[in-house]
């Protein structure tokens, strides 16, 4: 497994940036040795705060705190009710009291924490991120390690200016099976490589629609929930979770679930960069609800060999199981799946699971691979190792898989409303990306929908340039970042 071990993730180096705050991406080599602030000797306890509870943090404080020499010695959401849950819920199982704490910047002014594991919200991912490195901590990182492209690369260059160890939570990075599969097929066992495909075919109901704006309760500091994002009054039913479904926080299930089959997709194909080409199209259909991100999308990252097709669907089988058990199609047999395409068959990941498939032509499992291994524990020995190099999913594998992400999304958000045979028209002969268009259409006809009307959300063709990743419309490279809020920025983020 050569080419797919931790040593061999050191990366490109972009060689110019148009943001010029941020300058170009370093790679992890050039960053060894240099570490400044708390670095914990091998022989210490190495000790993490845990921000963000409400969902995955009870995980990471759980994971963190039953590795040996780690100690959980702090706490932090800026919701009261789910602070104290969490902590009293900590203490229970660990006999011990642990510190709490609602602002993040206080836990960057003490000297006895060494790194950080962020569960937050999008938005507030990069700024964390590069407020911590600045204060000598270490980063876990939950996916998508950004909210916009611009931030991808300014935690990168704050990672490196400080010499800190920062992993990504895409945690099938970690998995031994996938490692052991994709190398297996990248070495030519199944042919040339045609392409990779992300699969997403997850329920997602309705979030409701309210006529007026929510009140937030008293427990919650809402302008540190905002933080950098715009501050607009709550016009959604449930703060919490919901946000993945508006774009000012969030990026729609494609940069939620799907980044991880993303991530494995792009590593399927040994892509480092962004596409010179994006294409992305859906919408938000079958019900009218509060958010805003598409619950159906195709996106086409077409790199010059081989393309990389992701498919998002939120809707079930059909219109009568929407009355029912919400039952979701598949693709190869699974609903969450990264698969490449091969001339002799396809390599299968499997959601949830420590193995991976391969698939002759005719569907028939030949192989199966299997094994995993801890990601939490992986970014602890790279703590203590100080070699970002060990890492499975540092944070620049991180940043270019969340970019695929937004640049996605970016031509969804300049899309027009259009009918299906438009959008035939515009996806053209592109032969993975029609495929994947034609059967969406059947979806959404099996849901009901009329496509006959202009009901998709059809985005351009967007021109990228990989180095650099700006895009040649003014009008997408505005969409790819936001201005930030108040107190809540950073010199690079400018």
């Not at 590795?67 to 959401?77: F, H, Q, T």
């Not at 979701?328 to 002799?344: N, R, V």
């Not at 009307?453 to 419309?473: A, V």
Request: glycine share 8%; with cysteine.
């Amino acid at each position: 497994m050569a080419d797919q071990t931790r040593r061999n993730f050191n990366r490109m180096v972009a060689s110019t940036s148009a943001l010029a705050m941020v300058g170009p991406v370093v790679p992890v080599a050039a960053a060894q040795g240099t570490s400044a602030g708390l670095v914990p000797d091998r022989s210490d306890e190495v000790r993490v705060a845990v921000v963000g509870l409400r969902g995955r943090g009870r995980n990471h404080y759980n994971a963190l705190q039953q590795l040996d020499g780690v100690e959980v010695v702090a706490l932090c959401d800026v919701d009261q009710m789910i602070l104290t849950d969490r902590a009293a819920d900590f203490n229970e199982r660990y006999d011990r009291e642990v510190d709490t704490e609602i602002d993040f910047r206080r836990l960057l002014e003490r000297d006895d924490i060494h790194a950080v594991a962020l569960a937050t919200p999008n938005h507030w991912h990069a700024l964390q991120t590069i407020w911590a490195c600045d204060a000598g901590k270490d980063v876990y990182v939950e996916k998508p390690v950004c909210h916009n492209l611009l931030e991808g690369r300014a935690m990168v260059e704050a990672a490196r200016r400080h010499g800190r160890i920062v992993q990504t939570g895409t945690q099938y990075r970690s998995c031994g099976a996938n490692v052991a599969a994709i190398e297996w097929a990248r070495n030519g066992n199944l042919g040339a490589i045609k392409a990779a495909r992300g699969i997403c075919y997850k329920p997602r109901r309705s979030i409701g629609k309210v006529t007026e704006p929510q009140v937030v309760p008293d427990h919650i500091d809402y302008d540190l929930w905002v933080g950098p994002a715009p501050m607009k009054p709550l016009s959604r039913r449930n703060l919490h979770y919901d946000w993945h479904w508006d774009f000012d926080t969030g990026n729609g299930d494609l940069g939620n679930q799907g980044v991880h089959q993303m991530d494995i997709a792009r590593w399927m194909l040994g892509k480092r960069q962004l596409p010179p080409k994006v294409f992305s199209a859906g919408g938000r259909l079958g019900y009218e609800d509060d958010g805003n991100t598409p619950n159906t999308q195709v996106v086409v990252l077409d790199y010059p060999d081989v393309p990389l097709i992701f498919e998002v669907r939120g809707l079930p089988l059909n219109a009568a199981e929407q009355k029912d058990k919400w039952r979701m199609d598949q693709f190869l047999g699974s609903g969450i799946t990264a698969i490449l395409h091969c001339e002799g068959g396809d390599v299968v990941t499997r959601h949830g699971s420590s193995s991976a498939l391969v698939l002759d032509p005719s569907g028939q499992e030949i192989m199966r691979f299997t094994g995993s291994s801890n990601h939490f524990a992986d970014f602890i020995d790279a703590v203590r190792t100080r070699e970002a190099g060990d890492l499975t999913a540092e944070i620049d594998e991180g940043r270019v898989s969340a970019g695929l992400c937004h640049a996605g999304n970016v031509s969804y958000q300049l899309g027009q409303k259009g009918t299906a045979s438009e959008l035939l028209a515009e996806v053209g002969d592109h032969e993975f990306g029609r495929d994947s268009i034609e059967r969406m259409i059947r979806h959404l006809e099996a849901n009901e929908i009329d496509l006959d009307q202009p009901s998709l959300t059809i985005g351009p063709w967007l021109e990228i340039d990989p180095d650099t990743e700006q895009f040649s419309s003014a009008a997408a490279n505005q969409q790819a970042r936001r201005e930030a809020r108040g107190p809540f920025t950073h010199e690079l983020l400018q």
